[in-house]
């Protein structure tokens, strides 16, 4: 599965997804593969020099593929913080919060905001991937 947010200052007029600068994923057991912007592939991403890679880890994901394109890679155990904090294998608040102290073009008051009426564990979850994101 794929989702994509696009987030500009100017109007965004197109849905296509280009060279993006985070990528967040869920389940790095599935591979991921940082190939040049002209190949294309099923399965594939293009991933440009520098980009930023959120992993849901317990430990930094190595792969020589993303050391070559010289991506910056950072990790969280949100599986295991939701577990605790959700009490289910519901990762993707943890990696909210991770992703909020990686990206600081959304305040984390419109994040919070956002969240509204969501259960106090739902806060705690993205408070915690924020402090533990390495």
Not at 5 to 17: A, E, F
Not at 30 to 57: Q, Y
Not at 126 to 133: A, H, L, N, R
């Amino acid at each position: 599965m794929q989702g994509y947010v696009k987030i500009d200052k100017t109007p965004i007029l197109s849905r296509q997804v280009e060279d993006p600068d985070y990528y967040v994923i869920l389940d790095p057991t599935l591979g991921i593969e940082a190939r040049p912007k002209d190949a294309k592939g099923a399965g594939h991403i293009s991933m440009r020099e520098k980009s930023i890679v959120l992993f849901n880890s317990p430990e930094k994901v190595v792969s020589p593929v993303l050391k070559k394109r010289k991506v910056h890679t950072y990790h969280v155990d949100a599986t295991e913080l939701a577990l605790a904090h959700l009490k289910a294998n519901i990762p993707n608040t943890v990696m909210l919060g991770a992703l909020a102290k990686l990206f600081n073009k959304v305040s984390m008051k419109s994040l919070k905001a956002a969240m509204e009426g969501m259960p106090r564990e739902d806060f705690a979850a993205f408070d915690e991937g924020y402090k533990e994101v390495k």
